[in-house]
């Protein structure tokens, strides 16, 4: 199991940019596919970007893609989503999981953090 705590998220205007960060506890964090994901009011949760365990296959919804950048540092234990172009859209709480095997659907993450809300005004 793997404790996350994400960071980063505000209040920001439409085209703007934020970078949320994640931390992880543990030793094991190099062993843990992490994603991204969102839940906007009265929506359900979903992927916005996952990373693999060295980083070097990602992920990303459609509806993020080209506007959103995932990456990790495992000598940090940390994993970061730099958001650019926000739209009113992306407005949700966004949170980080962990899952040691590959997969982009929610429902099979095992370890959340607390999320981090993200507004954007138009």
């Known amino acids: 199991q793997v404790q996350l705590v994400e960071s980063g998220g505000g209040l920001v205007q439409a085209g703007g940019s934020l970078r949320l960060s994640c931390a992880a506890s543990?030793?094991?964090?190099?062993?843990?596919?992490m994603g991204w994901f969102r839940q906007a009011p009265g929506a359900g949760r979903e992927v916005v970007a996952v990373?693999?365990?060295?980083?070097?296959?990602?992920y990303y919804a459609d509806s993020v893609k080209g506007r959103f950048t995932i990456s990790r540092d495992n000598a940090k234990n940390t994993v970061a989503l730099q958001m650019a172009n926000l739209k009113p859209e992306d407005t949700a709480v966004y949170y980080c999981?962990?899952?040691?095997?590959?997969?982009?659907?929610?429902?099979?993450?095992?370890?959340w953090g607390q999320g981090t809300q993200v507004t954007v005004s138009s």
């Open positions: 999981a962990a899952k040691r095997n590959w997969s982009n659907l929610v429902g099979n993450y095992e370890d």
């Open positions: 543990g030793r094991t964090f190099r062993s843990y596919v």
């Open positions: 990373i693999s365990w060295t980083g070097d296959s990602t």
